[in-house]
């Protein structure tokens, strides 16, 4: 019996018959009388098929019970619903029965309709409910945007008037910022009054020391002249025909130009475009090099920028020097048709490599060393960019001897930018009138820029060169080797090569002198 039961309760055919039976209601009054027909005999088949595995489950069971066991039960519920079913085949009974069928299945139907209803109603009620609790939100979510549309309105008055009121503090800040530029440079032109003051006050000195070097070098030529007269000894004849060629020659030869008067404007070229390379291509080995150790973007600037300064101060200075000793060595034996001053820049400008760069290179680096304005890790020197500030120092010293010298224009942190001077970088403020810090000078002809520098622009710059020049050291009077002249030096040291014995290099140009004049 439990294995019969288990497959009835499988097969969920009265589901099936429950679905079914769903499935007709539905489609009742669209099928056809013949479809309808149908599907009532598989319906009758499906309820014959459970009654005959009902029976025999009910067979199985009295069986299973004994030879007495649920008689009671059949007595009492199965024999009494198998006369009834057998009663009722009677016509009229049939009749009534089916009549009350009927009315019973009416009743059926219109409490299944009404239920529908009931249902649709309840459907269209919570729809409704539904829609307007979407309504109702949305209409929360419009009052919540407009509350913060009315919001961001307050905000933005709030913002236009602090825009307002910082833009006439700036206004403001502007005003005085000028005045103070004004009242700065009206200090520039003071000191830079009493600076030429006190330069004029050297040059004097300077002029009395050549003065006492010319008529000194003048009494050693007359001795001089007289020893070679006196060693060569020429006969009347030949001297006086020298003396008349000698008279008549100058004049023709004066107007030939000197080697370095030929080539003036071909070195002026070549080297400009040696400086704009230094500017494109080792200025930038030497940043990407210094910022191996340095991480600050602005103070690799700086420190290129100050080494490129002190460069062209050292350049000039060793420039200087070599020319005194060319013109000591070149005025006894001087004898062309040419000037002292064209033959001794012939003779630099074909001796160039007589220049000592590297007491060049080293002047420098003490002077970067005690400067106030950049700084360099503990562990690293100086000399990492000592090729970059020799190449700068090779192209001054060469820039010197040109007819028309090139150097580079004063600058100052702090100073008002100049577009003829001046390209801004990239991150520069493009409205500040001030310069913040130079990262390349501008190279110049006189008073003509030939190479325009580039300067970072920031609003108060002012205020931060105020800062720097207050951290920076005083200027300090040190004497110089020659009695009676002084020299101004911002904390640099001598190099120690400059002050003792001479270098090789220096004896190299004396011996080259010495064999020249001879």
């Known amino acids: 019996m439990a294995d019969t039961l288990r497959r009835l309760t499988n097969s969920e055919k009265g589901k099936l018959l429950q679905d079914k039976l769903e499935d007709w209601y539905k489609d009742y009054h669209i099928n056809s009388c013949d479809h309808n027909l149908n599907i009532c005999c598989e319906l009758l088949e499906l309820n014959s098929r459970i009654q005959g595995q009902l029976f025999t489950i009910l067979n199985v069971t009295a069986r299973e019970g004994g030879q007495y066991a649920g008689v009671e039960t059949l007595k009492s519920r199965f024999l009494p619903w198998l006369g009834t079913c057998f009663s009722n085949a009677s016509p009229g009974l049939y009749a009534d029965n089916s009549f009350s069928h009927l009315q019973v299945q009416s009743q059926q139907v219109d409490s299944e309709e009404s239920l529908e209803r009931d249902k649709r109603l309840r459907e269209l009620s919570s729809s409704q409910e539904k829609e307007l609790q979407k309504l109702e939100t949305q209409l929360a979510s419009a009052r919540v945007e407009l509350n913060s549309v009315r919001q961001d309105l307050l905000e933005t008055q709030m913002e236009l008037e602090e825009t307002k009121t910082k833009s006439a503090t700036t206004l403001l800040a502007a005003e005085e910022e000028i005045l103070q530029i004004r009242a700065d440079l009206r200090m520039a032109h003071d000191k830079a ?137 070149l005025s006894p034996s001087h004898m062309g048709p040419e000037s002292l001053e064209d033959a001794v820049i012939d003779y630099i400008v074909r001796n160039l490599d007589l220049y000592d760069v590297q007491s060049s290179v080293n002047e420098v680096i003490s002077a970067m060393n005690v400067n106030p304005k950049i700084s360099f890790p503990a562990e690293i020197d100086f000399i990492l960019i000592s090729s970059f500030i020799r190449e700068v120092c090779r192209v001054a010293f060469a820039m010197q001897t040109l007819e028309t010298p090139l150097d580079i224009a004063f600058g100052i942190d702090g100073e008002l930018f100049s577009e003829t001077k001046y390209r801004r970088t990239y991150d520069s403020e493009l409205t500040a009138p001030l310069v913040f810090y130079h990262v390349w000078p501008t190279l110049m002809e006189n008073d003509l820029v030939v190479f325009k520098g580039e300067a970072v622009t920031k609003r108060g710059a002012l205020w931060s060169s105020r800062r720097s020049r207050s951290r920076s050291c005083s200027p300090v009077r040190s004497k110089s080797a020659s009695p009676g002249r002084t020299l101004t030096s911002r904390g640099r040291s001598p190099s120690p090569r400059r002050s003792g014995t001479p270098s090789k290099s220096d004896n190299n140009q004396e011996l080259h002198l010495s064999m020249l004049s001879s």
Do not use: C, W
Request: charged share 30%; no cysteine.
């Open 193 to 329: 009054e009493l600076r030429n003051l006190d330069s004029v006050e050297d040059y004097e000195r300077q002029i009395r020391l050549l003065k006492d070097e010319i008529s000194i070098l003048s009494a050693e030529k007359s001795i001089l002249h007289g020893r070679l007269s006196r060693s060569r000894s020429p006969s009347p004849i030949r001297h006086s025909s020298r003396s008349a060629s000698r008279s008549a020659s100058p004049f023709t030869r004066s107007e030939s130009p000197t080697g370095a008067q030929l080539t003036n404007a071909s070195r002026h070229s070549r080297l400009i475009s040696r400086f704009n390379d230094i500017y494109a291509n080792d200025r930038l080995d030497a940043q990407n090099l210094l910022r191996r150790y340095i991480e600050d973007l602005e103070m690799v600037q700086r420190i290129i920028f100050i080494a490129t300064v002190e460069s062209f101060h050292a350049a000039k200075l060793a420039f200087r020097q070599f020319k005194l000793r060319v013109r000591k060595s």
